[in-house]
């Protein structure tokens, strides 16, 4: 079904109904729904386990408690994508995913956010720093992430930040005249 032949029911409905499920569709990112607010990935290379296992130990690397899942469906989909295309991160990920479970007799993705840490930081390192790598760009360079927090996106094209209210903090208390003297 092509995004053109959906009403609106239908769009909702494939989104869970929130603006970031929309977001992602319209920005593309491969996202399969199933039901109203739940969502899978579309993945190549990965399975489904590992594709959740990967997405929880981003939001590990890079937690934020407002950021919900579907931002970080991003950093899979980049991982996947690196699977697919070299034999090596595909093994590499399955395995670190296998030590993840092997660290206690529940899989990994069961476990409190308190275990989960604690096995990532101990066997998990190498994992830990895979995913780190490329969810820093695959994150941060999420425009949809930085709509989220705020931030307006390069201002280089636009003749930089000068002229384009750098100074409108409208978030931060105006600082005292001290602060900022007047040009002598």
Do not use: C
């Not at 053109?4 to 989104?15: E, S």
């Not at 977001?23 to 993945?43: D, F, I, R």
């Not at 590992?50 to 690397?61: C, E, F, N, P, W």
């Not at 094209?157 to 040009?183: K, M, V």
Request: proline share 5%; net charge negative.
């Amino acid at each position: 079904m092509t995004l053109q032949a959906m009403n609106r029911r239908r769009f909702l409905h494939l989104t869970g109904g929130t603006a970031a499920g929309a977001a992602m569709v319209a920005a593309g990112v491969g996202l399969t729904a199933t039901s109203p607010g739940a969502w899978g990935l579309a993945l190549t290379s990965l399975d489904a386990h590992q594709g959740k296992t990967l997405l929880k130990v981003a939001r590990h690397v890079f937690p934020h408690d407002t950021l919900d899942d579907v931002y970080y469906a991003g950093v899979v989909q980049s991982l996947d994508g690196k699977a697919a295309a070299n034999a090596d991160v595909a093994a590499a990920l399955a395995d670190g995913v296998k030590t993840l479970d092997s660290a206690t007799a529940v899989p990994w993705v069961e476990l409190s956010d308190g275990y989960q840490l604690d096995i990532l930081e101990g066997a998990g390192q190498a994992l830990l720093h895979t995913v780190k790598g490329d969810a820093v760009v695959s994150l941060y360079n999420n425009p949809l992430v930085w709509r989220h927090f705020g931030y307006e996106g390069p201002s280089a094209q636009h003749g930089g930040y000068i002229t384009r209210g750098f100074d409108d903090l409208n978030w931060l208390p105006d600082p005292d005249e001290q602060a900022s003297p007047p040009p002598a």
